[in-house]
């Protein structure tokens, strides 16, 4: 094969490769599921209680907060990259989304349990350490989360506290029961073995069309991984 053909060859791959990824990426983006749309649908249903979209709403804006500030350390230019890192077999964003379902389960399940066992009122001192997590909170989310809220604040605040609650019954099982309180978190063993014992019935129709990182945030669909160079992207910010 002469150098000519070669690099003509090479030329037809990239234009293939290019076009593909622009196929991918419009079918992608015209079944990616619109957040904002479906609040009132029901994500998950834990022992027949119907949690919706909407109480995802803290979850959502704590997950793509962390998960971001990372991306934006990593590549302050296209902070879209670190989200599309394929790492442990998975996408970061998939694993982010992931950990926003497994967490909502987690709490809600233990809120259920701390209601059934009348420990769903906080003291005092737990009162007081609730109000500092909700400032810290608020005062952790970038300008854009803060215009790009799914809900109301009084309502994301009631999540925080249901939150509140069901770290208060996974602290009492630690105490109790043991070994740590890092067993009854959302990835822990004994949590896994509670969890086991319950109807979880995740709404994977609707699940699966979710995208993290697009909720709360804005990323250009193109990024340096995917070809958008300095011009590029300069226009599609014009």
């Not at 979209?53 to 934006?72: C, G, N, P, S, T």
Request: glycine share 2%.
């Amino acid at each position: 094969m002469t150098k000519q053909k070669l690099i003509k060859s090479i030329v037809l791959l990239v234009c293939v490769a290019v076009v593909g990824y622009v196929l991918l990426n419009v079918n992608f983006n015209r079944d990616k599921l619109d957040y904002n749309e479906h609040l009132s649908d029901v994500a998950v249903t834990i022992d027949g209680e119907e949690v919706t979209y909407q109480d995802l709403a803290f979850y959502i804006l704590f997950e793509e907060r962390k998960v971001e500030e990372q991306a934006r350390i990593y590549n302050p230019d296209s902070p879209k990259d670190y989200w599309n890192l394929h790492t442990n077999d998975t996408f970061i964003q998939e694993e982010a989304k992931n950990v926003v379902m497994e967490m909502a389960i987690h709490d809600h399940l233990f809120y259920q349990l701390a209601v059934e066992d009348g420990m769903d009122t906080l003291t005092a001192d737990e009162e007081r350490d609730l109000e500092f997590a909700i400032t810290d909170f608020w005062e952790d989310l970038y300008d854009e989360q803060w215009d790009k809220l799914p809900c109301d604040q009084d309502t994301i605040n009631e999540q925080i506290r249901l939150a509140a609650v069901a770290e208060k019954f996974q602290n009492y099982l630690a105490v109790n029961k043991g070994p740590s309180q890092a067993a009854y978190k959302y990835d822990g063993y004994y949590y896994e073995q509670i969890r086991s014992q319950h109807s979880i019935k995740i709404n994977n129709k609707l699940w699966n069309r979710f995208v993290l990182g697009d909720v709360t945030l804005t990323h250009t669909h193109l990024n340096y991984i995917n070809g958008l160079n300095n011009e590029n992207k300069k226009k599609e910010e014009d």
